[in-house]
């Protein structure tokens, strides 16, 4: 089993940054950041490959997100910049065991999941 704990959520106006940690209990293949607003379906955001570092972004958020690793401490971090309303959601940080990604913005290609962390930016 693996746990995945978050931190870093909060409130900021839009224009703010905000950095969401992830630690996992056990390496795996892939971590990501997904979010959830209500009433809306959960939505990839990032993905890191742990082992070759590739990177994947959904398009709202390219050049605005940066998603990273410290795979010593088997943490990802997603920092956000340039926050905007729209951004508002629960984070939820996932973990795949899978060795190759075929699907990575499905929610059924990660089996681990962390509790979530609260965004919300006010206009």
């Known amino acids: 089993q693996v746990q995945l704990v978050e931190s870093g959520g909060g409130s900021v106006q839009t224009g703010g940054s905000l950095r969401l940690s992830c630690t996992s209990s056990?390496?795996?293949?892939?971590l990501a950041w997904f979010r959830q607003a209500p009433g809306k379906e959960r939505e990839g955001v990032a993905t890191?490959?742990?082992?070759?570092?590739?990177?994947y972004y959904t398009d709202s958020v390219k050049g605005r997100f940066t998603i990273s690793q410290d795979s010593a401490k088997n943490t990802v971090y997603l920092q956000m910049n340039s926050l905007k309303p729209e951004d508002t959601a629960m984070y939820y940080c996932?973990?795949?065991?899978?060795?190759?990604?075929?699907?990575?913005?499905?929610?059924?290609?990660?089996?681990?999941w962390g509790q979530g962390t609260q965004v919300t930016v006010s206009s």
């Open positions: 056990r390496s795996r293949y892939y």
């Open positions: 996932a973990a795949s065991n899978l060795a190759i990604m075929v699907r990575r913005w499905d929610v059924n290609s990660y089996q681990f």
């Open positions: 890191i490959a742990t082992g070759n570092n590739f990177i």
